[in-house]
């Protein structure tokens, strides 16, 4: 990956992924609805049950800790030609017992969620919501068929970034595929930075400008080309925040086009 691109995933990666409270103010409203049990089975029985008088029921969920301070102390030492002094302390180390809240909900008559805060994404993400946080990282590989190559050979990519929200992301991908032709390999590179988005919770798409590289054979003709990216890929399998899909990468340019088909095992 460029240097380039590899400074603007890193940037996204620090600061503007949607993660922590930005990503909890959205999921908090969308814990609203759905049962009591459901959040006791992310979070466990809360500490604290208080019944209210118009019937609905405040729970909280804590963490109890403590937090240690190590002994500590200081020494001075003053000499003079006519006298010295000397000066020392210690201060004992300390335990504090420490409680705070991870979470509270307002519970209806119905039992349901009638609503939820957290500061962060203390329950997760209700099943079904078609949301993705925090960094964005996968690789795949397949089969690669280029413009001027008859015949398709393995290919590789790799890419990484952050969500920029609940279902937009921004990313810095490299791809590499090669084919034959007439005894001769071929091969194409493509530096991309892309913006995927899941319009589902399983399919997603990706597109954004690129750098292309066309290895054609010969010494001279190695071409570099501007030119853009972008891809489509299927979750068939979704666990948490890992996913194995079915992908279609396809790439072009002013000086070569080339597409490959395989699979992806990804974290988003």
Not at 36 to 54: F, I, K, N, T
Not at 102 to 128: E, H, K, M, N, Y
Not at 224 to 247: E, K, N, Q, Y
Request: aromatic content about 8%; glycine content about 12%; proline content about 7%.
């Amino acid at each position: 990956m460029r240097p380039p691109l590899l400074t603007l995933a890193c940037a996204v990666l620090g600061t503007a992924c949607y993660s922590g409270s930005r990503a909890a103010r959205d999921v908090n409203v969308a814990w609203v609805g759905h049962a009591r049990v459901d959040l006791e089975a992310r979070l466990g029985v809360p500490r604290v049950v208080l019944p209210q008088p118009d019937g609905t029921t405040v729970l909280r969920w804590t963490h109890r800790g403590q937090n240690f301070a190590l002994p500590s102390g200081g020494f001075d030492l003053k000499v003079t030609p006519t006298s010295f002094d000397v000066r020392a302390e210690v201060e004992p180390g300390s335990v504090q017992n420490v409680e705070y809240d991870v979470a509270s909900a307002v519970i209806d008559p119905r039992g349901t969620v009638a609503r939820f805060d957290s500061s962060w994404l203390a329950a997760g993400i209700p099943r079904g919501l078609n949301v993705r946080t925090g960094v964005v990282f996968g690789l795949h590989g397949g089969m690669s068929r280029l413009d001027d190559a008859a015949t398709p050979l393995p290919s590789v990519g790799v890419y990484i970034g952050g969500m920029l929200g609940p279902r937009l992301a921004l990313i810095g991908a490299y791809s590499f595929v090669n084919g034959k032709h007439s005894g001769d390999y071929v091969g194409g590179h493509s530096w991309a930075l892309a913006a995927p988005y899941w319009p589902t919770a399983r399919l997603a798409v990706n597109a954004g400008p690129a750098m292309v590289i066309d290895d054609d054979p010969g010494p001279s003709n190695v071409s570099l080309a501007p030119g853009a990216a972008g891809g489509l890929s299927f979750a068939v399998i979704r666990s948490g925040s890992f996913v194995l899909d079915l992908r279609f990468d396809a790439t072009v340019s002013t000086a070569s086009a080339f597409g490959a088909l395989g699979i992806g095992v990804n974290v988003n």
